[in-house]
């Protein structure tokens, strides 16, 4: 073992992923038996005029999102593939069209731990769809971008990297994504990828200043970076953020909101820890029958991506349509009002600050 996964083994961070994330997985599964479970059906809106609905996936060139990038794309979605990297999405949709020669794909960059990246994709998704000559709307947004980090970064806007890119990123996008949402002909919906570590909140700080990061770089000054609390704190966030959405657009505009957790994927979300510490959690966990590859572990997020209106403001997991309760503090709605107020000043500032940058 080398000096760097030595200090991380040492660390309280690493053993709050090792026990309380285990312990918050085991009873996410440990409600599907003992508190019951409702399913809700699969079902694909029809646009109507032979038309495919357009769906959006964010971090499609890898792990869940790639493979629900593919399973969208047989489900007849035109799925618009959004990703950092050029070359990964052209791969992407290379893999995806071998499979699926009639595939409908369009790829486009974008980096959601940057405000003026995610204006670039709205203004390039926006003249894709009047050159395709299509409505005016799409269908299905899936934000499934997500990272961890071992160390503190700050993006261009000034936001903890790992914050911007699991919560700010996506609250943005939906939110500058909206009018294209809510001009469906259909009922569209929005999916929230959020994950069981959710439960490991207790308490709650959703200022603009928490909601910044600023916070988790001062714990890393001096100090190892907090990366399990970090990334606890954004698949909170994102989930009351789910919750919240839901209630103030479901009944007015008729937008479903669902949140999906796909419990333990095997995908590439650790590979900044030592790789000897992420290869042996994943031999504990695939040994425990809990690990799962991202073709078999989709089914979460295809349910609620398929679910019918009326599950809006459900908690997919576990997958064959099955829902569950999220943690006591994610329904607090005061919290979410909170969040809700802190998350749409800082998304102004953004604005201001861009408006600034290209007029000054």
Not at 226 to 243: D, I, M, Q
Not at 252 to 276: F, K, N, Q, Y
């Amino acid at each position: 073992m080398d000096r760097d996964a030595l200090r991380m083994v040492c660390s309280p961070q690493f053993w709050r992923m090792g026990v309380l994330w285990t312990l918050s997985l085991l009873y996410s599964y440990l409600l599907l038996f003992l508190r019951g479970w409702t399913a809700a059906p699969r079902r694909r809106e029809d646009v109507g005029r032979g038309r495919r609905p357009i769906c959006v996936v964010t971090g499609a060139t890898s792990g869940l999102g790639r493979a629900a990038a593919a399973a969208l794309a047989r489900e007849g979605y035109s799925v618009v593939l959004a990703g950092r990297s050029a070359q990964l999405l052209s791969e992407t949709a290379k893999e995806i069209r071998r499979q699926q020669p009639d595939a409908c794909l369009e790829a486009f960059q974008v980096d959601l731990s940057s405000y003026r990246s995610i204006k670039k994709f709205e203004a390039s998704l926006n003249q894709w769809i009047r050159d395709s000559n299509l409505e005016p709307s799409i269908q299905l947004l899936i934000n499934n971008a997500g990272m961890l980090a071992k160390s503190h970064r700050v993006t261009e806007d000034g936001i903890d990297e790992v914050m911007q890119t699991n919560y700010i990123g996506p609250f943005i996008l939906t939110s500058i994504l909206l009018p294209l949402l809510k001009n469906s002909p259909v009922p569209s919906r929005v999916v929230n990828l959020t994950s069981f570590t959710h439960r490991c909140v207790s308490e709650i700080d959703v200022s603009e200043e928490a909601l910044q990061g600023v916070k988790f770089g001062q714990h890393s000054v001096g100090g190892s970076y907090p990366l399990a609390s970090t990334y606890e704190y954004t698949k909170f966030c994102l989930l009351v953020f789910s919750y919240e959405l839901h209630r103030q657009l479901h009944i007015s505009s008729g937008i479903s909101v669902m949140a999906a957790d796909p419990g333990v994927i095997e995908t590439r979300i650790m590979r900044e820890l030592p790789p000897c510490l992420f290869q042996f959690a994943f031999f504990i966990l695939r040994t425990l029958n809990l690990l799962q590859q991202p073709d078999t572990g989709i089914g979460a997020v295809l349910d609620a991506a398929l679910a019918p209106p009326e599950a809006s403001g459900k908690y997919f997991f576990g997958g064959k349509g099955r829902t569950i309760r999220s943690s006591v503090l994610s329904y607090d709605i005061e919290v979410a009002k909170k969040l809700w107020a802190a998350s749409s000043a800082l998304l102004q500032e953004l604005r201001l600050r861009d408006c600034e940058l290209r007029t000054g």
